[in-house]
């Protein structure tokens, strides 16, 4: 599974940007999407994931400025993030889950830049 993900940028305070990526390959039967976030020296940390079944499961920093959102027919997966603040900083990654054989595998694109900044 490859995963491509578009969007990032610099945007100001209270500001919005929309996050996209599409998954390639043997994207058949993922079953969770979702984006990662990691700013300099942290952990890399959940924002948002969505089950095949639209199920979404948010940070808690995130819930009511994030939505996430997917389309199973183009395994493509949306992150709209409003009202942003300086401490949305960091470099977000795509992720996609598969399960093989009832284990759970990961894919992961390159990351991408949101910068928020006056």
């Known amino acids: 599974v490859q995963l491509q993900a578009s969007g990032g940028g610099l945007v100001q305070p209270g500001g919005s940007l929309r996050l996209s990526c599409a998954a390639s390959g043997s994207s058949t039967s993922i079953n969770v999407m979702g984006w990662y976030r990691q700013a300099p020296g942290k952990q890399r940390e959940l924002v948002a994931s969505i089950n095949r079944d639209a199920s979404r499961n948010y940070a808690d920093s995130v819930k009511g400025r994030f939505t996430i959102s997917r389309d199973n027919a183009k395994n493509t997966v949306f992150l709209q993030m409003t009202s942003l603040k300086p401490e949305d900083t960091a470099v977000y990654y795509c992720?996609?889950?598969?399960?093989?054989?009832?284990?759970?595998?990961?894919?992961w694109g390159k990351g991408t830049q949101v910068t928020v900044s006056s």
């Open positions: 992720n996609a889950q598969k399960l093989v054989f009832g284990v759970r595998v990961d894919y």
